[in-house]
């Protein structure tokens, strides 16, 4: 038998790449999802509503690795039906995985529920690492503290080692994700300051992210909350650069706080997502021996650049096609 890796949410940007990435390997994955529309086709899918017991429980049997990345999107405006929905299908998904964690004879080794490096309070002067951060404050910070309180009240068997994943913003050359909306805008001119500038970004490169997940599922020491973020946090103001630099673009419009605002209310997200500074520091990953590969940002853009969409990510180095989007300038 393969040893088995479950990915709740499989059907997102994240759990599409885990998949892939532990199909590779030659796990058998159970992507779960509520549906199988964004699904890479990788391992079996199963169907469930984030709230309820049924077949999908079995796969958590033996399992090697239970993640859990469910969770309504945070991309939108923070209404009183959206801030319900964003809360409560993170915290519903979360105390079903572990009733059904419970119900195992054989309780999976290790379960990652996401989290995220919002938890902390905004900051400019001084990164916040795992043993020194305070939580912030707002509906973010909220939805961040409330879902790691569910998941760890949730008890389970002493075999499972439970970690809460606080990932700052995952680059990765896929369409609507962040690296997708940054290099549109500096290719419109617009890839300016936002707001002060002077707010700091927590990233990492979504090869890093796959290699952190692997380096704590082997690490049996490792558990409670981990930031998963590069070591490098460039400002706003120097990350748009290292943006428009890599586009031969000489110019980037700045948007104030206000010009945000409007935009924020007709693309129906929140300003929060680009204003708050995010200064996680990720301590125990650099205490506990990991290495990331692209630890700075003008040379994570520039290695995606090269890597455009998941299968060329996951092509083989020697058999990769480079194309004209790799060298030529006024591209990223």
């Known amino acids: ?118 938890y902390y309070r905004h900051a400019e002067d001084a990164p916040q690492d795992e043993w020194r951060g305070e939580p912030g404050e707002g509906f973010s910070v909220d939805v961040a503290r409330r879902w790691e309180l569910a998941f760890f009240d949730e008890m389970v068997p002493g075999e499972t080692r439970k970690i809460a994943l606080r990932t700052g913003m995952v680059l990765a050359n896929e369409p609507e994700t962040v690296f997708e909306v940054l290099r549109g805008l500096v290719r419109a001119g617009l890839g300016g300051t936002m707001g002060k500038g002077t707010q700091r970004v927590s990233w990492i490169h979504i090869g890093d992210f796959l290699r952190a997940v692997d380096f704590l599922r082997h690490e049996p020491f490792m558990d409670g909350a981990v930031n998963l973020t590069a070591p490098e946090f460039p400002t706003n103001a120097e990350l748009m650069r290292h943006f428009r630099e890599a586009a031969g673009m000489p110019i980037g419009l700045p948007a104030a706080r206000w010009m945000l605002e409007i935009g924020a209310k007709v693309l129906r997200t929140e300003t929060e997502l680009i204003l708050k500074s995010r200064w996680a520091d990720p301590r125990r990953l650099r205490e506990a021996g990991f290495r990331w590969q692209h630890g700075h940002i003008a040379e994570a853009i520039a290695d995606l650049r090269a890597h455009e969409g998941m299968e060329e990510f996951f092509r083989p180095v020697g058999s990769r096609s480079m194309g004209s989007r790799a060298w030529l300038p006024g591209r990223v």
């Open 1 to 118: 038998m393969k040893p088995t890796v479950v990915i709740f949410g499989a059907n997102g940007f994240l759990g599409r790449y885990l998949a892939r990435h532990y199909s590779r390997q030659g796990y058998e994955v159970a992507s779960i999802a509520r549906h199988k529309r964004g699904w890479s086709g990788d391992g079996v899918f199963l169907e469930w509503d984030g709230r309820t017991l049924g077949p999908w429980a079995l796969a958590l049997e033996g399992a090697e690795l239970v993640i859990n990345l469910a969770g309504r999107s945070v991309n939108c405006r923070y209404d009183e039906k959206n801030r319900r929905e964003i809360l409560d299908s993170r915290i519903a998904s979360t105390r079903v995985i572990g009733q059904a964690i419970r119900g195992c004879r054989v309780p999976p080794k290790v379960w990652m529920n996401s989290s995220t490096a919002t």
